[in-house]
């Protein structure tokens, strides 16, 4: 049987064409963002959001979900004025304070507050 000589760019022909197919085998596709996945949002997004939240108190349903996940435990009603503006009412006077903001007709967020910090919140109806 008679060999045949093969040249360097046959042989570098036939690696690379078995490094694509091993690599196409290996493939896979990486898992789709649901509904029930976290919400990733750049500095820009983040800051329209709280523009929009702010200027439209009639309906926020959009910016809400966006936004309330952001109010946590210890932030101070400076921190939370920065991201959802002033409260649409305020129940102040007796502790605990509570700002509540309107999202769309039964929605709204409520923000509790204990010694000048968020002591809990609440996203009713928010999805």
């Given at each position: 049987?008679?060999?045949?000589k093969?040249?360097?760019l046959?042989?570098?022909?036939?690696?690379?064409?078995?490094?694509?197919?091993?690599s196409?085998?290996?493939?896979?596709?990486?898992?789709?963002?649901?509904?029930?996945?976290?919400?990733?949002?750049?500095?820009?997004?983040?800051?329209?959001?709280?523009?929009?939240?702010?200027?439209?108190?009639?309906?926020?349903?959009?910016?809400?979900?966006?936004?309330?996940?952001?109010?946590?435990?210890?932030m101070?009603?400076?921190?939370?004025?920065?991201?959802?503006?002033?409260?649409?009412?305020?129940?102040?006077?007796?502790?605990?304070?509570?700002?509540?903001?309107?999202?769309?007709?039964?929605?709204?967020?409520?923000?509790?507050?204990?010694?000048?910090?968020?002591?809990?919140?609440?996203?009713?109806?928010?999805?």
């Amino acid at each position: 049987m008679k060999m045949m000589k093969t040249t360097p760019l046959v042989l570098a022909v036939m690696s690379l064409a078995g490094l694509v197919m091993a690599s196409c085998e290996k493939k896979t596709i990486p898992p789709q963002a649901d509904e029930s996945s976290e919400v990733h949002m750049t500095t820009v997004d983040f800051e329209n959001a709280k523009a929009k939240f702010k200027a439209s108190p009639g309906n926020r349903s959009k910016e809400a979900p966006m936004l309330a996940p952001m109010i946590t435990p210890g932030m101070t009603e400076a921190q939370v004025r920065d991201v959802l503006g002033d409260p649409d009412e305020p129940k102040l006077g007796t502790p605990p304070n509570v700002w509540y903001y309107s999202v769309f007709y039964s929605q709204f967020i409520s923000v509790t507050f204990e010694k000048g910090k968020v002591s809990k919140t609440e996203a009713a109806g928010i999805e």
